[in-house]
């Protein structure tokens, strides 16, 4: 039986093998080397297109960008927005602003100290907080959802400080 199954891998193998030689590979034109001095496109230290023109490609990925910092931390036991959490609520409201069938979820969260319910509570008031902020910058209330998992979903397990200020956050989800 042994031999039967050897013999029908090795015919397996054999049509296998074929049928990769016998397949050839398209070529793919290749891009003729580029002069001195000519006008290559510009990249970033990222590798994406540098911020010298106004196309719309360079505008999406500097949006891009600009939105990848989504979260906005905040001190124990507080809903007031921080500085750096005001700047990244501003990226988002200029975003909102300027695409007004885009729209957010903004999820509360907080540390694990206090009871589930305070914490609800509290990721619930973190997350008003930063929709009271986007709203004064214009963006309109239907762009705006908001959810609270209170420490339910926390981005860092641990029971120490740097643990606990990474939970504290409200989190904007594009969606």
Same mark, same amino acid.
């Given at each position: ?6 013999? =029908? ?19 793919? @034109? ?69 695409? @007004? ?11 694990? /100290? ?11 008031? /973190? ?37 606990? =200020?990474?939970?504290? /956050?409200?989190?904007?989800? /594009?969606?």
């Amino acid at each position: 039986m042994s031999k039967n199954v050897l013999i =029908a891998t090795m015919v397996v193998l054999a049509v296998a093998a074929s049928g990769c030689a016998s397949s050839k590979k398209k070529s793919t @034109p290749t891009a003729a080397p580029e002069s001195y001095g000519s006008s290559a496109p510009a990249t970033d230290v990222y590798g994406g297109a540098a911020q010298i023109g106004s196309s719309p490609s360079d505008s999406a990925i500097a949006a891009e960008r600009a939105l990848s910092n989504n979260v906005v931390y905040f001190e124990y036991d507080s809903s007031d927005i921080s500085a750096e959490g005001l700047e990244v609520v501003g990226r988002f409201a200029s975003y909102l602003s300027a695409n @007004p069938a885009s729209r957010v979820r903004l999820e509360g969260h907080a540390d694990e /100290r206090g009871s589930r319910e305070y914490n609800v509570g509290l990721g619930e008031r /973190r997350a008003k907080s930063v929709e009271s902020a986007l709203l004064s910058k214009g963006v309109g209330q239907d762009q705006l959802s908001l959810l609270s998992y209170g420490e339910e979903r926390p981005a860092v397990p641990g029971h120490d400080e740097a643990a606990y =200020a990474q939970n504290r /956050r409200v989190q904007i989800i /594009r969606q």
